[in-house]
């Protein structure tokens, strides 16, 4: 099941989708003061995708922007195209 959230920073318009509650929950803990209703449609987007095909087939005409390790041992790739981002 896809979770979303909306924000409203300082007239950018925020959608952030993940898959997992965890993800939900520390985006809400950085930009919870910002949380607003989706007025129109938003303005940049963030998907936060934990498990995807390494061909990232689902996302056909995206680049990789950043690759590589954080602390404690996560590995994190960081996409994009025109529109959207992908982590």
Request: with cysteine; aromatic share 10%; proline share 5%.
């Amino acid at each position: 099941m896809l979770l979303s959230r909306f924000y409203n920073i300082h007239g950018l318009s925020l959608l952030v989708e993940a898959m997992a509650m965890e993800a939900i929950r520390e985006v809400d803990t950085l930009l919870s003061a910002f949380s607003s209703d989706l007025e129109k449609g938003p303005n940049c987007f963030i998907s936060i995708c934990p498990d995807y095909s390494e061909e990232h087939e689902f996302l056909p005409s995206i680049r990789v922007l950043w690759d590589g390790d954080l602390p404690e041992d996560i590995h994190l790739t960081y996409c994009g195209d025109e529109t959207r981002r992908w982590i």
